[in-house]
């Protein structure tokens, strides 16, 4: 038994080193991230946050984001949980292609992604002793940036998305491929994965395809929990007659023959033909009434 205590206090001690180590490193590499940011990063020029206004207008949705550019990133990316900031390139776009690198990050903040991010690194670092987080990590992004792309494309047009993948494309061919993102950021894309960004070209391209599909899949989504929250309402009862009692003195009767009726001082008396009136209380009379028995008063 003191073998046993020993082991798991080993086990926890060396899993509480590797959570604090991991947390530890993860902190200083957001803080860094962060302090680049404000420190060589420069706020955007007045073009560029009236195009973050047309964004917000396209959307329908207005979030606070601060923007800056920073000499020192190759791609795009949006990064923090509270203080949302969108960074870009000191590179030269064209009206198009800044537009549609801001509707894409200001996208990911209203997808709520760098606080699924921020979650899911939280996660990988408690269980970093299981390989399988980081392939939910690893899976992450991509599930992330198709999201993205699908959400991206319900406000565009066919050619509009044509435009915003050549515009993908475009600044993909142009960043350094030696580039990293930090994952804490969303990033418009990965330099270093082609296989990545052509199942996003093929996902945003199917999208016109398949919106009918999707919308008959609405439909029928609708309809079953319409039909499953009805079913709720329904109280199926037995077709059957009461049995008759079977105890002495016993009598049987119903709204055809009996009635309750309440007299000029407020008393309550169940009347039932040929027999004599038996006083009730009135619990016991509205009991009666639920069931179907007419209150009389006289």
């Known amino acids: 038994m003191l073998a046993n205590k020993s082991l798991t206090l080993v086990l926890c001690t060396v899993w509480i080193l590797g959570f604090c180590v991991l947390l530890f490193r993860y902190a200083r590499q957001y803080r860094k991230a962060i302090r680049s940011v ?42 923090g949980v509270i203080h949302k900031r969108i960074i870009l390139p000191d590179k030269d776009y064209t009206e198009a292609e800044l537009h549609y690198v801001l509707l894409h990050e200001y996208t990911h903040f209203l997808n709520h992604d760098t606080i699924v991010k921020l979650l899911v690194t939280l996660f990988c670092i408690i269980f970093w002793w299981n390989p399988v987080v980081y392939l939910l990590q690893k899976d992450l992004e991509q599930n992330l940036e198709i999201k993205c792309d699908l959400s991206v494309a319900r406000t565009l047009c066919s050619k509009e998305r044509a435009a915003y993948l050549r515009t993908i494309l475009a600044l993909m061919k142009q960043s350094d491929r030696k580039h990293r993102i930090p994952f804490a ?13 052509k199942e996003r070209f093929e996902t ?10 999707r919308a008959a899949s609405a439909v029928f989504t609708s309809v079953f929990t319409v039909l499953l929250i009805a079913s709720y309402m329904v109280l199926p009862q037995p077709q059957f007659a009461a049995p008759k009692s079977t105890e002495p003195q ?27 009136p038996i006083k009730v209380k009135k619990e016991e009379a509205d009991f009666y009434q639920q069931t179907g028995l007419e209150v009389v008063k006289k």
């Open 38 to 79: 404000e420190r060589y990063a420069e706020p955007w020029d007045e073009q560029t946050n009236a195009l973050l206004r047309q964004v917000q207008q396209q959307t329908r949705r207005i979030i606070k984001v601060q923007g800056y550019t920073a000499a020192s990133v190759e791609s795009a990316f949006g990064i």
């Open 204 to 213: 945003v391209m199917a999208y016109s395809a398949n919106r009918r599909n």
């Open 185 to 197: 950021a969303a990033a418009l894309f990965k330099p270093d994965a082609d296989a990545a960004i």
């Open 250 to 276: 016993a009598i049987d009767f119903n709204s055809d023959i009996a009635y309750i009726k309440q007299d000029h001082v407020g008393e309550y008396w169940l009347c039932i033909q040929n027999e004599q």
